[in-house]
């Protein structure tokens, strides 16, 4: 995949969950940018969701002060499809280029569009939830920090807080 960082999000208690994660991306095609971020380098604060928002925010300015287009926004319990590169090069919207933000999980949340030959499907942003695996562009990752602050004060979680800046794009 070209031009991609995948940033893994994780914190103290979730050193076998996090070494399960990176044995099943050593064992896919994935081969390019991988960074892992401990909760502890962007937050200090004792409270668990204020270091997962704080430390979202973290991962993605970091991805924009970076050189990459896209970021995989991830969490550390994730089981790797081993043709997960291959999948995404030959994925539509990424071959177009029409990623602001995507899902690559979806938990059963119906679709407002469905384009099954192509793979993918346009879901309502308010309805989207989990943040195991989330794609943003320049311009999406640049969307959620302009309205993160906003969404940060209703206290949601970091997924929510990027789905809900889409929506006011």
Known sequence: VNNMRLNIMTCNGREESLKLTLQSLQESDWDDSIVVTHDSEASSS????ERQIQTSRFIIENFLASDEEYLWFSEDDIDFNRNIAHNINNWKPYLDGSIDCA????PGIASEEEH???NFRILKPNFTYGSQAIILSRR?????LKHWD?????????????AKSM???
């Open 46 to 49: 004792d409270v668990v969701y």
């Open 103 to 106: 899902w690559l999980y979806n």
């Open 116 to 118: 099954l030959q192509s």
């Open 140 to 144: 999406g990752a640049e969307a959620a």
């Open 150 to 162: 906003r969404h940060v004060l209703d206290k949601q979680f970091q997924d929510i807080i990027i």
């Open 167 to 169: 929506c006011d794009e």
